[in-house]
């Protein structure tokens, strides 16, 4: 019995997976190790980054997988790979940040019961381990590519129309949930899962789930709308001194958050409201929430984070917790 790759679970595995996590991940079918060490993986990626479609800042690159071997492709990749980034000065701890994304995506899913992108560790031929997840906009049984559209292009804000930090300016939280409300039809169980994430993002210091890292998407041929499943997640305060939250929750402050200087209880209450989430499911959210410390805390713990990235992870997610519920008690 050792520790999966996955899902962190003590099972019996094959190649550093269980069949549970084989089958999620990579289809049922058991890849091959990776054929490329780290520093191949940047020569692929300068090779592949004028022709690769995915986005963003950190190191990554797009794997197609076929013949159970996972390799590096320009177009029609149905992974993502991300190692510890090489050029990061303005990181702190980057040695941490693959592991911290895989434990705060099984966080997302294991504890919070969100929609989440398969996710995993993988080595590399050198021994080195990577960060890997599964693209989510694919059809598994035609290759069809979903429509998906972020935040930011919903909202139909871009730099040219709301300056360069518009993906964290432009909009609140509370635009993307009512847009939610506009676009799907589904709207009901698809505002309740947003506004657990918000929650958990918050809960984890997460203060990059900007406007381009929530998205909704139709499956081929569908002209019905779905929140895409949760991805790009991480205790982002580990690696920079960042803000409480990526964006406003609300449009107007409250007078607690005036107080305490950042959002509490009272703000996500009003914020359920004003999606219209029942109240009966704010309590059971809230109930989630309130459980969910120790569980949290075994999952870090069983985690490939560090020592010290532990300790902080689980340190800054009881301070959270407790500026959650800050102004429950005493209405301000």
Known sequence: MSKCYGCLEDKTLKDNYCSSCIKELFSGIVPKPLSFDREEF????????????ISGVQDKISLSFENKELKPTASDGKYILKPVPRNSDELDNKEDLIYNEHVSMLISKKVFKLNTA????????????????????????TGLKYDQEDFASI????????????????????????????????????????????????????????????????????EDYMLSPNYDILNTRYHVNDSYMALDLLDDYSKAHEVYGYPTFYDFERFAKYLDIKNTRF????????????????????????????????????????????????RI
């Open 42 to 53: 940047y020569i692929a990626r300068k090779n592949l980054a004028s022709r690769m479609s």
């Open 118 to 141: 398969a996710c995993g560790i993988i080595k590399f031929s050198d021994g080195g381990n990577a960060y890997i997840t599964k693209r989510f906009d694919y059809d598994e049984k």
């Open 155 to 222: 909202l139909e804000v871009t730099s040219s129309t709301h300056g360069a930090d518009y993906k964290y300016t432009a909009k609140s939280y509370l635009d993307c949930g009512l847009a939610i409300k506009r676009f799907v039809a589904a709207s009901i169980p698809a505002t309740e899962e947003f506004f657990k994430r918000v929650v958990l993002n918050y809960l984890i210091c997460n203060g990059d789930a900007h406007l381009k890292n929530f998205s909704l998407f139709s499956s081929p041929g569908e």
């Open 283 to 330: 309590k059971k959210i809230l109930e989630l929430v309130k459980n969910s410390e120790d569980k949290v805390a075994k999952l870090v713990e069983k985690s490939f984070l560090s020592d010290s990235a532990k300790s902080f992870y689980i340190k800054k997610y009881k301070e959270r917790l407790k500026m959650f519920f800050q102004s429950n008690e005493n």
